[in-house]
């Protein structure tokens, strides 16, 4: 990049949240997800709005009344377990070498 | 079980190559044990993030004249302190030299720094394993009661006579292990970030540095919707990390979502010259502790100790926050209390309480101390709206030359503060608390 001629014209603030993630590393595990959602549990303790609150990925929304997890664009910051009701997820790391690979961090 | 197969493989297991368990094991090693270093990500630091801010103090006793080697950004020469409110902003602009020299404190990029870190590490005879989940601890009932022995990773044992849990802020371990519990909402933030390059000379003209000089400006108020937390905006060499750190508790009362935060963070007229032009390279999230020393559960247990975050040692003063130099802090501590238990032969709890005792005289202890409050006080909203508000108040009277005769300041910030919706015994109150905090 050259001098403070700085001609990029895409604006940081009008990119969404999807079009961040794909500038993120992601190594997809196709075998397991490391989240699972008790939707009993989730309903019962109004867990899913809060998921879809917090967390930062969009990884959850809610499909024909289910609580779903797009468990491949999660960031693994451990927000959602937090603010779960207890059993309400089941969230762990996912398996080594898998999952988001921060090239900056 | 015969005796051959509980002999343990390894000295010690540390778990997480962080800033806490590279330290830690880098440390050990270089006593002269066996230590194994797991991680989960494919590489060390690859799971890793934060603002970016290190003070480097303790990590320049470890390795003196890191700044010099380890992939640093900028070394901080200006501190911003900003409050926002929805269209204006005022600014404590501290830039001082002396800030450099010794290196206060530096940028880093976690990928890049905990990677050197551990690096660090191997070459004092560490073995590394990245790309490997651990996903229990071995535990067997000894003569002291229960002890840590190892820990399982898939099909994999592996024993050793201590296991240093160095996993962070969500440290399964320490909870597996009973010596936490799952942190209320209230002592959990959670950070978004964003890392947007730009060319240094944009970056120097844009923050007045120069060379390897770098800002930090710390944004309180509107930034957050007036959620607890706040924003940061450092300078890195080619990049700016720019991100906000929003409390559980408060995010979930204002009903707003943590990207809708983030986003209008972003887009604040305030903020958005500094990003003008930049491109988004990567997008990040990570949960911070923010309970101070009352978030400090039990470090020690047989077999095991728990340094870094996912002991809790964080501090947020509300301007900054602390975790890498407090985790390489409790790293020396550790090295420390466990080469002596296993001098001592006794890795029990009570041999591995040395640690603790370090720990306790260390700055790490001590700076939680002194920061004590400032949980609390940081949990009072008026921090993040109402004082952001008055300040603007302030300063638009004594700026704006509507043709009105000036007035003293002291008239000034009188009038604006009956404006104000905050209250005399508010400010009283928080002020006090706030000098007793911070
Ligand atoms: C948004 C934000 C901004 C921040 N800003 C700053 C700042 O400016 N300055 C500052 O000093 N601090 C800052 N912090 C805090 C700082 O990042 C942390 O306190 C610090 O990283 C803690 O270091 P650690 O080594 O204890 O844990 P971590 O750095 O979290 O390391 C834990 C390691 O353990 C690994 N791990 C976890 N579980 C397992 C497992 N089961 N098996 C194998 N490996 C595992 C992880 O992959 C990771 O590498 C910030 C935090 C956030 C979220
Ligand atoms: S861990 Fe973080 S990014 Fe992943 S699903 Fe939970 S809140 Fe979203």
């Keep these: 990049m050259g001098g403070g001629a700085c001609t990029v014209t895409s604006d940081v603030t009008t990119t969404s949240v999807p079009e961040r993630l794909a500038k993120n590393r992601f190594v997809l595990d196709e075998e397991e997800s490391h989240i699972e959602i008790d939707q009993e549990v989730c309903r019962a303790t109004g867990t899913a709005a809060r998921i879809i609150a917090v967390c930062p990925a969009g990884v959850y929304s809610e499909q ?42 | 079980m015969t005796a051959e197969a509980t002999e343990p493989d390894f000295d010690v297991i540390v778990v997480g190559a962080g800033p806490a368990g590279s330290v830690t094991a880098y440390l050990l090693a270089q006593q002269g044990h066996s230590v194994v270093l797991i991680e989960r990500g494919e590489a060390p630091g690859a799971k890793n993030l934060s603002g970016g801010v290190l003070y480097g103090r303790v990590l320049d006793e470890v390795f003196p004249g890191f700044a010099e080697e380890a992939p640093v950004e900028r070394r901080i020469t200006r501190h911003v302190t900003t409050f926002l409110t929805g269209d204006s ?25 905990d990677a050197w870190l551990a690096e660090r590490a191997e070459e004092a005879g560490v073995f590394l394993m990245p790309g490997v989940r651990v996903d229990e601890l071995l535990r067997e009932e000894g003569p002291a009661g229960p002890q840590v022995v190892g820990v399982r990773a898939g099909d994999d044992e592996l024993r050793a006579r201590v296991v240093v ?47 390897d000089e770098g800002a930090a400006h710390a944004i309180v108020g509107d930034c957050t ?39 209008h963070y972003l887009a604040h007229p305030v903020l958005a010259p500094y990003l003008r032009g930049g491109e988004m390279v990567e997008y990040g999230s990570h949960l911070v502790a923010e309970g101070g020393l009352e978030m400090l559960g039990s470090v020690v247990t047989g077999g095991m100790v728990v ?47 040395a640690y603790r005792r370090h720990l306790d005289d260390s700055f790490v202890v001590k700076d939680l101390r002194t920061y004590e409050r400032a949980p609390s006080f940081l949990e009072r909203d008026r921090m993040y709206g109402a004082y952001g508000e008055l300040a603007a108040g302030i300063f638009h009277d004594v700026f704006a030359m509507d043709g ?16 104000s919706p905050l209250r005399l015994r508010d400010v009283i109150s928080d002020g006090w608390a706030g000098v007793r905090a911070l």
């Design chain 1, 64 to 105: 024909d009344g289910q609580v779903v997890a797009d468990y491949a664009a999660c960031l693994e910051c451990g927000t959602c377990l937090a603010v779960a009701a207890p059993g309400a997820l089941r969230w762990r790391y996912p398996r080594g070498g898998f999952g988001v690979s921060f090239r900056e961090g």
């Design chain 2, 89 to 113: 902003s005022v600014s404590v602009d501290y830039a001082g030299r002396p800030l450099a020299e010794p290196v206060n404190a530096v940028t880093v990029l976690r990928a890049k720094f």
């Design chain 2, 165 to 211: 849990a160095a996993d962070g802020v969500n440290s399964f371990l320490a909870r597996s292990a009973g010596l936490r519990s799952k942190p209320p909402e209230h002592h959990l933030a959670v950070g978004v970030k964003a890392v947007i390059s730009l060319p240094r000379t944009v970056i120097e003209d844009r923050f007045a540095v120069t060379g």
């Design chain 2, 225 to 263: 919707l007036g959620i607890g937390g706040g924003g940061f905006l450092y300078t890195n060499t080619d990049s700016l990390s720019v991100g906000v750190v929003l409390r559980l508790d408060d995010l979930l009362k204002h009903g707003r979502t943590a990207a809708e935060v983030f986003d």
């Design chain 2, 307 to 353: 340094v870094g975050e996912a002991a809790g040692l964080t501090i947020n003063s509300g301007l900054t926050v602390r975790g890498m130099d407090l985790a390489i802090g409790s790293a020396v501590a550790a090295a420390r209390g466990i080469g002596e238990a296993i001098a001592a032969d006794d890795v029990t709890a009570t041999g591995l309480s």
């Design chain 2, 404 to 419: 009105t005769p000036r007035k003293h300041l002291v008239t000034v910030a009188r009038e604006a503060f009956k404006r």
